[in-house]
């Protein structure tokens, strides 16, 4: 199973990007899905979060910013970022809970898997 991190990029203070993360592989759930994010020296802190069932939760810097949302059809987490500011420059990482998988005959489960990160950054 592997997590893929797109859509990052170099964007002005208050524009828009649209980071997405593509689960692949034999996938028969994934439990909650996040995005995380860490500045340099700094440590890798949650932006947001959505379960299964939809059910949202947001760190507050960036609360009616950024809209976190999924499509379980396609294993997919997106993450809408609105009016950027420069402190959100980071790399950002995309998170899964618990991604259970078809290994041949049976159901395999593997907890706290994360993608390869990818580059935000917000100039002034």
């Known amino acids: 199973v592997q997590l893929q991190a797109s859509g990052g990029g170099l964007v002005q203070a208050g524009g828009s990007l649209r980071l997405s993360c593509a689960a692949s592989?034999?996938?028969?759930?994934?439990?909650?899905m996040g995005w995380y994010r860490q500045a340099p020296g700094k440590e890798r802190d949650l932006v947001a979060q959505i379960t299964r069932g939809g059910s949202r939760n947001y760190a507050d810097s960036v609360k009616g910013r950024f809209t976190i949302s999924r499509d379980n059809a396609k294993n997919t987490v997106y993450l809408q970022m609105n009016s950027l500011k420069p402190e959100d420059t980071a790399v950002y990482y995309c998170?899964?809970?618990?991604?259970?998988?078809?290994?041949?005959?049976?159901?395999?489960?593997?907890?706290?898997?994360w993608g390869q990160g990818t580059q935000v950054t917000v100039s002034s």
């Open positions: 592989g034999s996938i028969f759930s994934i439990g909650a």
């Open positions: 998170n899964a809970d618990d991604v259970t998988y078809y290994d041949v005959t049976r159901l395999v489960t593997e907890y706290d898997q």
